[in-house]
């Protein structure tokens, strides 16, 4: 089971920005609307979330680190509705089976939290331990099992850049809920928490950008989208500037990416690619998130639909700017 465990993380926990993405999913799920995140030297020394969600009972804080234990499917319906950001029941005992991890947690129910700390798949304490409600996950000596895919890992600022990337996305697809990001004990962002779009881009890249930004939405036989889209004097060189969510899940596609870049072809003064948060919410079952552990990749069924849909959302802004 521990090789086994170690295997499977391979494919969940491939660096330190794959274990905050898993932690900072664990905390939405857990309806926080405080996301403390803090890291060292990239992720590589270590990383600790805090959230102030629902907490783990005593109970079910042992089972949490067991794998599929947790495992949200039951039958192969429900993979077709799948509404929470975790389903696998995987990310903890896959993290706990490749660093030393320490947990506390506390339900509202509770007066007093519950501790465990884990080091390479097993357990070396738990019990009660005094904390504030919610949860506290704190993750070091990533990999000390794994000397190969310890030697994989990048610089320390190319895994904290990672991660800083990975921060600033989660905040524009969930403008509700504040996130704080600490690197080597210096506040790097902190989002507003306030639940506009429009003010985590401002904290994001700066007041003078977001007002370069346009809001565009569309809808059309149950898909809706929602988001903002550079005026075309604001670009930049990379696609990283691009974040896509689906049914408020960060992903990868190629396809909105495809769409976007159509809806400003010939209109790009300087950089490539445009600035943009595109929010994507289509019937459940229309989306497979069920692609890859890493949950990023995602199968839509219609997937030409939301292509055509956010081709003539974005052409509409960018035309009505010029009015
Ligand atoms: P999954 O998210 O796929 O269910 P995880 O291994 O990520 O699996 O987490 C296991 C379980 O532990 C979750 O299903 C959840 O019940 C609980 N859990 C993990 N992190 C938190 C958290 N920050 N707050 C509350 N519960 C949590
Ligand atoms: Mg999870």
Redesign the pocket.
């Known amino acids: 089971e521990d090789t086994a465990c170690r295997i499977a993380a391979g494919e969940v926990i491939e660096r330190p920005v794959s274990i905050v993405k ?1 932690l900072v ?3 939405l ?2 309806d926080a609307d405080l996301v403390n995140i803090a890291i060292t030297n990239g992720g590589i020394g270590a990383i600790e979330v805090v ?1 102030n ?4 009972s005593q109970e ?1 804080t042992p089972l ?1 680190f067991h794998r599929h234990a ?3 499917i039951i039958s192969s319906a429900d993979l077709e509705n799948i509404r929470t950001l ?8 896959s993290i706990a089976s490749v660093a030393h991890l320490t947990i506390k ?1 506390r339900v509202p129910t509770n007066h007093e939290g519950f501790q465990m700390v884990i080091q390479g798949g097993q357990v070396l304490h738990n019990g009660p331990v005094g904390c504030p409600v919610g ?1 506290m996950i704190s993750v070091k000596d990533i990999f000390f099992n794994t000397p190969a895919r310890r030697k994989h890992l990048k610089s320390k600022t190319t895994e904290g850049g990672l991660i800083a990337d990975f921060v600033y996305k989660m905040a524009l697809i969930k403008p509700q809920t504040k996130f704080i990001f600490n690197h080597n004990g210096r506040e790097v962002f902190r989002s507003p928490g306030s639940g506009k779009l429009h003010d985590v881009l401002a904290s994001v890249y700066d007041v003078r950008a977001a007002k370069m930004m346009l809001p565009i939405t569309g809808e059309e036989a149950g898909v809706k989208i929602d988001g903002y889209i550079s005026k075309p004097e604001l670009s930049r060189s990379t696609r990283q500037h691009m974040t896509v969510a689906v049914n408020g899940r960060l992903v990868h596609s190629s396809a909105v990416n495809t769409a976007l870049e159509q809806a400003y072809r010939g209109k790009l003064t300087v950089g490539r690619y445009p600035v943009a948060v595109i929010l994507i919410w289509l019937p459940f079952k229309q989306v497979d998130v069920n692609v890859h552990p890493a949950k990023m990749e995602i199968k839509m069924e219609n997937e030409e639909q939301v292509m055509r849909l956010v081709i003539s959302a974005a052409s509409r802004a960018l035309r009505e700017t010029n009015l």
């Open positions: 898993e999913e664990n905390s799920d857990a959230d969600g629902c907490g783990i079910d949490a947790t495992s949200k975790g389903f696998r029941g995987e990310a903890l005992p947690t949860t």
